[in-house]
């Protein structure tokens, strides 16, 4: 939000110069953007008296002037302005001077033969107005040779960032609210005199939707004369970044600005029958001012009259009733609209308007009376006229919030110490009715304050946050502990261990288009946002794999390729009852080529390799593994999901419905919604089932025993059916002795001569460790014949 030192001046009585404010308004903080002063690019350009005025003899359109500085030595200047002439007292840019409006640096050049020792400007090449047909004419007495800096004066403009939660200060007022109750000035009082219709109002104002627009206020000024605005308006709204276009125009953007309050004016001639505010109906559309046409929606609020929709309720007025020079009725509406209502018809039709700013942050709905009283008064001093009675229709939301507060929490919350008395100053200046008994009342143009901890927050803001002291929080003796939780240390090694297996994070949106994100919901509700950043981006992740699917595709696409992606963070679910329930996950997604094609033929024939299954796998396996998984415990089962190809992807269990990882081949249906070519393989990881390892909340680790005696080998190959996953074989001869046996592995898959059909033939490598003595023979027969047996009970026969 921008504003001028003068236009701050006007409202605010103080002494205090643009440095000392912009450190106050930082420090209360209401963020300093910039402070800019448009007089400091114009020293460089000097008051100038035109003595003569000779046509140009090589050109028609110019004229070859003297000018005088008041230093008795005139300078030549050629000029191209219509209304340059003797006597005319205007504005030079020597030599060196920089013009504001285009960067050019003046110099002392020939113009079609004539020299010209600068130039006369006009008021947009110094950025003052929009003024272009002639050069500025200043009075007959303004002060020759001096420079324009100084004619003009210093007015500093600043760019205030306000955060959304305090729509109080969308207005200049507000600003000098806050600045005044921190000592830097006295805030004067709003100057609105009630102006007493003189007769009826001849337009029927009425709500027709009471929850959009509870209330809808309107009156007549008849005989107005609508032009320029007066030059003092002018700079006021130039300061805020606005273009001045009409005086009608200008009052309503000058009180939105000021007050923070948004208005519109009719052109009465315009509009017919009632005007009313009510629901968009189906197929209406609204031509706007910004010359753009929008088609409405059923929930939004529009003001209408018999003829159809004139404006976009809160956000922006129609080009069909605006105000021309031609204008001499009209209708005022000073209305209060639903914030949130006006925040989804605003991102429903992608419009960003200064009112709609306003009214979706929460306006003052008291403010409504004096905001009529000061468009009235504004339009009558300038425009002239004669005001009707004011319609007021409906009724604000005008209940006042109170708040228990105990004085003593500006030291336990805040910090600080601040004496009851300067605590109910403070208050006070800021608008807050306090009782005796420490009830504070809360301002009706303060819609965030919501109990005693933002109390806390005002009363320190404006004492001073530099006033905190800095206190250290307490530390135990010794070394100190770790902070993070073993959750937060678990992702943290598995970011390390993805890194290092050449994966890249990424991180993806937490929002998803509903199209993407049903597509991962495995029939669960989804969550739906009631006020998304976008439609686009409605829904929250049921999955991160869709987020990493359009990370990869836009690698893809632009020539990666291999896509390695994987990303950390939370699912969001719906739980027992509604609840929101948010899950830990760790999603892989790979894409292209696994192998490049290479010149070495051992590898894949030299041709490039893509990704399959078990690359998902074996990326599931280790990183489930420094999760602190039991990796060997788990068991592959089917049912990954309708997104993964049914014959080339698994889940790892531990238990038959303890799903602790899914992986596999994306589907191709799944790889066609999401615009993906060629196979792509995914990993889901669900870090909420892992099972907390021993020990995991130890911060030393556990002592290291290497075994004193030697291990044996054995191998064993078993015939069993096709069928059969070596994984449970590996479990069932790993579990024939639990404590003699420390490993086992597949080393060979055998299929082909000598095996039955149906069959084929595992060869598994035994680690057996021995504790207390070496085996014998006799140890190693019954520990062989525990592993057959084992695996007789999955139909595993020894082979001969």
């Given at each position: 939000?921008?504003?001028?030192?003068?236009?701050?001046?006007s409202?605010?009585?103080?002494?205090?110069?643009?440095?000392?404010?912009?450190?106050?308004?930082?420090?209360?903080?209401?963020?300093?953007?910039?402070?800019?002063?448009?007089?400091?690019?114009?020293?460089?350009?000097?008051?100038?008296?035109?003595?003569?005025?000779?046509?140009?003899?090589?050109?028609?359109?110019?004229?070859?002037?003297?000018?005088?500085?008041?230093?008795?030595s005139?300078?030549?200047?050629?000029?191209?302005?219509?209304?340059?002439?003797?006597?005319?007292?205007?504005?030079?840019?020597?030599?060196?001077?920089?013009?504001?409006?285009?960067?050019?640096?003046?110099?002392?050049?020939?113009?079609?033969?004539?020299?010209?020792?600068?130039?006369?400007?006009?008021?947009?090449?110094?950025?003052?107005?929009?003024?272009?047909?002639?050069i500025?004419?200043?009075?007959?007495?303004?002060?020759?040779?001096?420079?324009?800096?100084?004619?003009?004066?210093?007015?500093?403009?600043?760019?205030?960032?306000?955060?959304?939660?305090?729509?109080?200060?969308?207005?200049?007022?507000?600003i000098?609210r806050?600045?005044?109750?921190?000592?830097?000035?006295?805030?004067?009082?709003?100057?609105?005199?009630?102006?007493?219709?003189?007769?009826?109002?001849?337009?029927?104002?009425?709500?027709?939707?009471?929850?959009?627009?509870?209330?809808?206020?309107?009156?007549?000024?008849?005989?107005?004369?609508?032009?320029?605005?007066?030059?003092?308006?002018?700079?006021?709204?130039?300061?805020?970044?606005?273009?001045?276009?009409?005086?009608?125009?200008?009052?309503?953007?000058?009180?939105?600005?000021?007050?923070?309050?948004?208005?519109?004016?009719?052109?009465?001639?315009r509009?017919?029958?009632?005007?009313?505010?009510?629901?968009?109906?189906?197929?209406?559309?609204?031509?706007?001012?910004?010359?753009?046409?929008?088609?409405?929606?059923?929930?939004?609020?529009?003001?209408?009259?018999?003829?159809?929709?004139?404006?976009?309720?809160?956000?922006?007025?129609?080009?069909?009733?605006?105000?021309?020079e031609?204008?001499?009725?009209v209708?005022?509406?000073?209305?209060?609209?639903d914030?949130?209502?006006?925040?989804?018809?605003?991102?429903?039709?992608?419009?960003?308007?200064?009112?709609?700013?306003?009214?979706?942050?929460?306006?003052?709905?008291?403010?409504?009376d004096?905001?009529?009283?000061?468009?009235?008064?504004?339009?009558?001093?300038?425009?002239?006229?004669?005001?009707?009675?004011?319609?007021?229709?409906?009724?604000?939301?005008?209940?006042?919030?109170?708040?228990?507060?105990?004085?003593?929490?500006a030291?336990?919350?805040?910090?600080?110490?601040?004496?009851a008395?300067?605590?109910?100053?403070?208050?006070?200046?800021?608008?807050?009715?306090?009782?005796?008994?420490?009830t504070?009342?809360?301002?009706?143009?303060?819609?965030?304050?919501?109990?005693?901890?933002?109390?806390?927050?005002?009363?320190?803001?404006?004492?001073?946050?530099?006033?905190?002291?800095?206190?250290?929080?307490?530390?135990?003796?010794?070394?100190?502990?770790?902070?993070?939780?073993?959750?937060?240390?678990?992702?943290?090694?598995?970011?390390?261990?993805?890194?290092?297996?050449?994966?890249?994070?990424?991180?993806?949106?937490?929002?998803?288009?509903?199209?993407?994100?049903a597509?991962?919901?495995?029939?669960?509700?989804?969550?739906?946002?009631?006020?998304?950043?976008?439609?686009?981006?409605?829904?929250?992740?049921?999955?991160?794999?869709?987020?990493?699917?359009?990370?990869?595709?836009?690698?893809?696409?632009?020539?990666?390729?291999?896509?390695?992606?994987?990303?950390?963070?939370?699912?969001?679910?719906?739980?027992?009852?509604?609840?929101?329930?948010?899950?830990?996950?760790?999603?892989?997604?790979?894409?292209?080529?696994?192998?490049?094609?290479?010149?070495?033929?051992?590898?894949?024939?030299?041709?490039?390799?893509?990704?399959?299954?078990?690359?998902?796998?074996?990326?599931?396996?280790?990183?489930?593994?420094?999760?602190g998984?039991?990796?060997?415990?788990?068991?592959?089962?089917?049912?990954?999901?309708?997104?993964?190809?049914?014959?080339?992807?698994?889940?790892?269990?531990?238990?038959?419905?303890?799903v602790?990882?899914?992986?596999?081949?994306?589907?191709?249906?799944?790889?066609?919604?999401?615009?993906l070519?060629?196979?792509?393989?995914?990993?889901?990881?669900?870090?909420?089932?892992?099972?907390?390892?021993?020990?995991?909340?130890?911060?030393?680790?556990?002592?290291?025993?290497?075994?004193?005696?030697?291990?044996?080998?054995?191998?064993?190959?078993?015939?069993?059916?096709?069928?059969?996953?070596?994984?449970?074989?590996?479990?069932?001869?790993?579990?024939?002795?639990?404590?003699?046996?420390v490993?086992?592995?597949?080393?060979?898959?055998?299929?082909?001569?000598?095996?039955?059909?149906?069959?084929?033939?595992?060869?598994?490598?035994?680690?057996?460790?021995?504790?207390?003595?070496?085996?014998?023979?006799?140890?190693?027969?019954?520990?062989?014949?525990?592993?057959?047996a084992?695996?007789?009970?999955?139909?595993?026969?020894?082979?001969?």
């Amino acid at each position: 939000m921008k504003f001028s030192l003068s236009w701050l001046k006007s409202v605010l009585d103080t002494k205090a110069d643009a440095r000392q404010i912009a450190e106050k308004l930082t420090s209360l903080g209401l963020e300093i953007e910039s402070v800019e002063d448009a007089s400091a690019a114009l020293t460089k350009f000097r008051i100038a008296r035109v003595l003569t005025a000779e046509k140009h003899p090589q050109a028609d359109k110019l004229q070859v002037l003297s000018v005088d500085l008041g230093d008795g030595s005139p300078l030549q200047v050629v000029c191209g302005a219509p209304n340059a002439r003797a006597g005319l007292v205007g504005v030079l840019g020597l030599p060196g001077a920089v013009v504001p409006a285009n960067g050019m640096e003046l110099r002392k050049s020939a113009i079609r033969g004539v020299e010209s020792n600068g130039m006369m400007c006009s008021t947009r090449e110094l950025c003052l107005g929009e003024d272009h047909d002639g050069i500025i004419e200043l009075p007959a007495d303004a002060p020759v040779g001096t420079s324009f800096a100084d004619y003009l004066g210093s007015d500093p403009v600043f760019d205030v960032a306000i955060t959304p939660n305090r729509p109080d200060c969308m207005g200049v007022y507000g600003i000098a609210r806050d600045l005044a109750a921190a000592g830097l000035g006295v805030l004067k009082p709003i100057t609105a005199v009630p102006v007493a219709g003189s007769f009826a109002c001849p337009v029927e104002v009425r709500t027709d939707d009471p929850e959009g627009c509870p209330a809808f206020y309107g009156r007549v000024i008849r005989g107005v004369k609508n032009g320029p605005s007066p030059q003092w308006l002018q700079d006021f709204l130039k300061s805020a970044g606005q273009r001045p276009i009409s005086a009608l125009v200008d009052i309503t953007n000058f009180v939105m600005l000021g007050y923070g309050r948004p208005a519109h004016a009719y052109d009465l001639a315009r509009l017919t029958g009632a005007v009313v505010a009510r629901k968009a109906r189906e197929g209406e559309t609204c031509l706007a001012l910004n010359g753009k046409e929008y088609a409405l929606q059923p929930f939004m609020t529009v003001i209408a009259d018999d003829s159809g929709v004139h404006d976009i309720a809160g956000i922006m007025g129609g080009e069909h009733s605006g105000c021309t020079e031609e204008t001499r009725d009209v209708l005022l509406e000073v209305a209060y609209f639903d914030p949130p209502s006006i925040a989804r018809t605003g991102q429903a039709l992608a419009l960003a308007s200064d009112a709609r700013g306003r009214f979706e942050r929460g306006f003052d709905p008291a403010f409504l009376d004096t905001g009529m009283d000061l468009l009235t008064s504004l339009i009558l001093d300038i425009c002239g006229g004669e005001a009707s009675e004011v319609v007021r229709a409906g009724q604000p939301p005008l209940t006042r919030r109170t708040v228990a507060y105990d004085p003593a929490l500006a030291g336990t919350l805040g910090g600080v110490d601040v004496g009851a008395g300067e605590q109910k100053r403070i208050l006070a200046a800021l608008g807050f009715a306090v009782a005796e008994d420490w009830t504070v009342t809360v301002p009706t143009w303060r819609p965030d304050v919501d109990g005693a901890p933002d109390i806390v927050e005002e009363v320190i803001r404006v004492h001073g946050l530099d006033a905190v002291p800095s206190t250290p929080l307490p530390r135990a003796d010794g070394v100190a502990r770790p902070t993070a939780t073993a959750a937060q240390m678990t992702e943290r090694r598995l970011r390390r261990a993805a890194a290092a297996r050449g994966l890249h994070e990424a991180v993806t949106w937490s929002f998803l288009p509903e199209r993407e994100a049903a597509h991962f919901a495995d029939g669960q509700p989804l969550w739906t946002l009631a006020n998304p950043i976008s439609e686009d981006l409605k829904v929250m992740r049921p999955s991160l794999l869709p987020g990493l699917l359009v990370a990869a595709q836009r690698n893809l696409h632009r020539g990666a390729s291999a896509v390695r992606l994987f990303e950390i963070g939370r699912r969001y679910l719906r739980g027992e009852g509604g609840a929101s329930d948010e899950k830990p996950s760790l999603a892989v997604v790979l894409a292209g080529d696994a192998v490049p094609r290479g010149w070495d033929a051992r590898v894949n024939g030299g041709k490039a390799r893509a990704f399959d299954a078990f690359d998902a796998k074996a990326e599931t396996l280790a990183l489930l593994a420094e999760a602190g998984a039991p990796v060997d415990n788990l068991q592959v089962m089917g049912e990954a999901g309708a997104q993964f190809h049914p014959g080339q992807s698994a889940t790892l269990r531990l238990g038959p419905k303890q799903v602790l990882a899914r992986f596999g081949m994306l589907h191709p249906a799944t790889a066609k919604a999401f615009d993906l070519d060629g196979p792509v393989a995914v990993a889901e990881l669900f870090l909420d089932r892992i099972p907390a390892r021993k020990g995991a909340g130890t911060f030393a680790r556990s002592h290291f025993a290497p075994p004193a005696l030697q291990a044996v080998k054995r191998d064993f190959a078993f015939l069993v059916d096709a069928g059969v996953p070596a994984a449970d074989l590996l479990r069932a001869v790993r579990g024939a002795d639990k404590q003699a046996i420390v490993g086992a592995r597949v080393f060979d898959d055998f299929r082909g001569a000598g095996v039955p059909e149906g069959q084929k033939s595992l060869a598994i490598e035994i680690t057996l460790q021995p504790v207390e003595k070496s085996f014998d023979e006799a140890a190693l027969k019954a520990l062989s014949d525990k592993v057959v047996a084992a695996a007789a009970k999955l139909g595993g026969v020894l082979r001969g």
